[in-house]
């Protein structure tokens, strides 16, 4: 029990040292709602707007009111809204989100694979922003009996 404890404390420094180390790397052309993915998978290495569907590097959505002084706007955890394209259907409430080739958004996801979340609101058409719970994580989207 004390092991995993530490483990956990030990992540958590990581991770608040990785946001410090990518402030300096959040592009001036992210917009509110967009998937932001990097070349490692993680919040250490070369931020961009995601431009690849269903893209392995996921990390998480760009978010003006999640400013700081010393984080970028990137969201990891939580709920946001994310640019959204119906690529791949309408959502309903629950279904899991990756990203799509439509530069920043994200879409149903059809197929296993990383997800940025699970949307928190069905789709309609002409929708642009879709609220989701973030929770960037590769998931199966198939259900064994």
């Known amino acids: ?8 404390i030990a992540s958590t420094l990581i991770t608040q040292n990785a946001f410090a180390q990518s402030s300096q790397r959040v592009r001036p052309d992210f917009q509110h709602g967009d998937i932001v993915t990097s070349n490692t998978g993680r919040m250490d290495g070369n931020l961009a ?3 690849e569907a269903n893209s392995d590097n996921i990390v998480g959505i760009y978010n003006e009111s999640t400013q ?3 984080l970028p706007n990137i969201l990891i955890s939580g709920i946001a809204y994310m640019k959204f394209d119906h690529a791949n259907g309408e959502v309903v409430r629950g279904d899991l989100i990756t990203s799509s080739s439509a530069l920043g958004k994200g879409m149903k996801a059809n197929v296993s694979g990383m997800t940025i979340g699970v949307a928190l609101e069905a789709s309609s058409p ?5 609220k989701i719970a973030v929770q960037p994580a590769w998931r199966s989207t198939t259900i064994e009996n």
């Open 68 to 70: 700081s002084s010393n």
């Open 49 to 51: 707007i995601v431009s």
């Open 1 to 8: 029990m004390r092991t995993f404890a530490f483990v956990f």
């Open 126 to 130: 002409g929708m642009e922003l879709l």
